[in-house]
């Protein structure tokens, strides 16, 4: 067995020259006023070892890797019947787009864009005010982490409500070809508050364990989802995680990934590991420069890959 510890190490001692590269994610204003200067590496193995290296234990805003956790909620509560309001093709735009969703009739191609996710959150809160939902998600990652500390950082949800004019364009559109069933503002408020949930690497890496270990938490021995939806959801990693970057994503790293804006990637080696990186400043495909940059040390240095040895 390979020294993980020593592999995390080297690979956060070699990309240290580079902490601060990469551009913040300043269309959500509270997000623009992070230190861009932080990187952290944190890895969970199926066998409850952590190795982390650099800034592990800051909160950042996880954005778009929620969609992981929101997602695996919404196909807990009407399985396959998702695949009505959302497609599983990847969608070789940006996250934000809006031309595919009028050509295709207000079905988002897959549920880690924001349509799809909008459509995700959409389903959670059926049968919930959209407190309710807000909670179920938050206590859900809480559970998944073992960590009741982790909460929603309200700044990040306010000035997201405030400027998500994009978003807002999305999911008017979508409930005008009738792919909401919630009012707009409600589908919106669970969306931005899941979005502004903030986390840990090293609680992240933990959270994200139950990919990488056939649907079960390793720690507890709990089960979390089937081995066979867990393998489905590194699927959409894999193909849809990183947006117009999934392709470059899956021939540099060659695992499952989500990133958000917030600059954190959760990654997947199946039956090995769970993985979450961290650096604030994104490439222009809006995933973290040095993150990426870190998986990708990472997996060579590891030999991890869904592709072989
Ligand atoms: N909350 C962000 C948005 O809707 C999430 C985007 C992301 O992380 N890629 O724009």
């Known amino acids: 067995m390979a020294d993980l510890q020593a592999i995390v190490d080297s690979v956060y001692y070699d990309l240290s020259d580079r902490i601060g590269e990469g551009k913040l994610a300043d269309y959500i204003p509270e997000l623009a006023t992070v230190d861009p200067k932080q990187f952290g590496i944190a890895l969970v193995t199926v066998d409850g070892q952590t190795h982390a290296a650099g800034d592990t234990e800051t909160a950042f805003s996880i954005q778009s890797i929620s969609k992981v956790f929101t997602l695996t909620l919404a196909l807990g509560k009407i399985g396959d019947g998702l695949w009505k309001r959302v497609g599983r093709e990847p969608s070789g735009n940006a996250f934000n787009s809006i031309v595919q969703l009028e050509q295709e009739k207000g079905k988002p191609r897959n549920p880690f864009i924001n349509a799809g996710a909008i459509a995700v959150a959409d389903v959670v809160l059926a049968g919930h005010l959209p407190k309710e939902a807000i909670g179920e998600i938050v206590q859900f990652i809480r559970h998944l982490a073992d960590d009741e500390s982790i909460a929603i950082d309200q700044n990040v949800a306010r000035s997201e409500t405030q400027t998500g004019y994009r978003n807002v364009a999305l999911a008017n559109f979508m409930k005008a070809f009738r792919n909401l069933d919630h009012p707009v503002e409600h589908v919106l408020g669970v969306y931005f508050h899941h979005c502004a949930i903030a986390m840990s ?52 790293v060659g695992l499952p990934g989500k990133s958000g804006v917030g600059g954190g990637i959760l990654a997947t080696a199946p039956g090995k590991a769970s993985i979450a990186v961290w650096s604030p400043g994104l490439n222009e495909v809006g995933n973290s420069q040095l993150g990426s940059a870190a998986l990708e040390l990472l997996a060579q240095r590891t030999g991890w890959s869904v592709f072989g040895q």
């Open 201 to 252: 690497c090293r609680q992240l890496a933990h959270a994200g364990l139950y990919l990488a270990s056939a649907g079960r938490n390793p720690l507890n021995g709990g089960s979390v989802v089937s081995a066979s939806r867990a393998r489905r959801i590194n699927a959409l990693m894999l193909m849809c995680g990183h947006y117009d970057g999934s392709g470059d994503f899956a021939y540099r």
